[in-house]
């Protein structure tokens, strides 16, 4: 193995310990459920509308496992994102920036028909500073955190064509929360403050099937079944008393007076579990082989089933969601020897998502476009740049509106392991 890759590989797994320990998003709505959830594929098919159908010879493909019986080649991805959001009320405009690293894997071909990978990817992620005035009460509202996910997959081809794969995913994270409240005119606040440690395993399993038909054009088919699963929250809450105190130094200050923590066991919320719902994602593709690929995927989810005891909320519910996706790529001249720009891939996708939150009465959906570049370095290596421009919610029934526009870069190191050295 190359010791360089080897070097990268350990450094930046180091870097993702700290990286997913951040807060990496800004949005109200990561307020419900456990948070705003992340996109768990690499760059090149976030730049295709999200859609995971294609099977790579020297990229991971992170949403069906199958689909590494594929790999020819030893690929370790990485992926980091910049965010520009703007988010808008019926009264106010704000505009805040965050950025956050979403993924790292490493795949490899163990067998001539047996892929396995592993790596990090950020499951979903929590963010949000409220604040509200009603009936004579100010509220303000503050959560941050990240539920992280590692995966092991692996993928076999059963016979020519046909493959199948599985991953085991452990989710872990923290999220917490604070809630502020005061009464008009009054200097004295209350304070609650919660937080869950999250941890829990799930699995999904994939089939992967490609099939040559005439004129050099393939049919790609991938369908992945994730069952329903649930993670351990073992919880803790305390309310404060908290109160301006006016110091010649440094002005007012709020300080607290009391904490009281709650006793969580007898009313049964120390020790919950969360309900993780049942997803089927179903993709259908057309391509040419090193020159265009087209495709489409439709993904169920069963949110009507999430559940979360320790948190609850009044004006929220959830119902069954799906996600429909359309992306392909267009390589001019995959062996052009006269033009860089010949070799390079050109990536396009939309996206349209009912994520299954109803907020006042209103679905909360998701419409985005997707742009991208995976340009050669050096062998099969290369560095992919993707342009995101999506909206997200409402400002009817005094709700949110998010407008996003999301820089990715994402780059692939590839390198021949296992390879059997023959001397003459």
Do not use: C
Request: charged share 15%.
């Amino acid at each position: 193995m190359n010791r360089k890759l080897t070097t990268l590989i350990i450094a930046l797994f180091t870097a993702t310990y700290v990286a997913f320990s951040q807060k990496t998003t800004e949005s109200p709505y990561s307020f419900y459920g456990i948070g705003e959830q992340n996109f768990g594929g690499i760059a090149e098919e976030s730049a295709m509308g999200g859609i995971g159908i294609y099977a790579d010879s020297t990229r991971v493909n992170i949403q069906n496992p199958a689909a590494l019986s594929q790999l020819k080649f030893t690929a370790f991805s990485a992926g980091f994102t910049m965010q520009h959001k703007n988010i808008v009320t019926n009264n106010t405009k704000l505009n805040t920036q965050s950025s956050s690293f979403n993924y790292f894997t490493l795949g490899f071909p163990v067998l001539e028909k047996l892929g396995v990978s592993f790596g990090l990817v950020p499951y979903s992620s929590v963010g949000y500073k409220i604040k509200n005035t009603k009936n004579n009460r100010l509220y303000q509202y503050e959560g941050s955190g990240n539920v992280n996910q590692f995966f092991l997959s692996a993928g076999y081809q059963i016979y020519a064509g046909l493959s199948l794969g599985a991953s085991f995913r452990y989710h872990f994270g923290a999220i917490s929360m604070t809630d502020l409240y005061q009464q008009n005119n009054i200097e004295f606040y209350t304070q609650e403050f919660s937080k869950s440690h999250l941890n829990g395993g799930a699995f999904n399993i994939g089939l992967y099937y490609e099939e040559t038909l005439k004129h050099r054009l393939r049919l790609y088919t991938s369908l992945v079944y994730t069952p329903q699963s649930s993670i351990s929250s073992d919880n803790q809450r305390n309310i404060s008393t908290l109160s301006y105190v006016a110091s010649s130094r440094t002005g007012s200050q709020l300080t607290t007076r009391e904490i009281r923590t709650l006793e969580l066991e007898s009313t049964g919320l120390k020790n919950t579990k969360i309900n993780l719902p049942t997803q089927i994602e179903f993709g259908l593709g057309l391509g040419e082989h090193q020159k265009w690929f087209t495709g489409l995927e439709y993904t169920y989810t069963n949110n009507s089933k999430f559940s979360n005891p320790f948190l609850s909320t009044t004006n929220v519910s959830y119902k069954d969601s799906y996600k429909i996706a359309l992306g392909g790529f267009w390589i001019p001249n995959y062996n052009s020897f006269s033009s860089y720009w010949k070799r390079v891939t050109y990536r396009a996708g939309i996206e349209y998502e009912n994520t299954g939150i109803v907020l006042n009465g209103q679905n909360i959906n998701y419409f985005g476009t997707s742009f991208g570049l995976s340009l050669p370095v050096k062998g099969f290596s290369n560095l992919t740049l993707v342009g995101q421009y999506g909206k997200r919610g409402t400002t009817s029934a005094n709700l949110i509106k998010e407008n996003e526009f999301n820089l990715k870069i994402g780059f692939t190191l590839n390198d021949k392991w296992f390879q059997r050295t023959k001397y003459q």
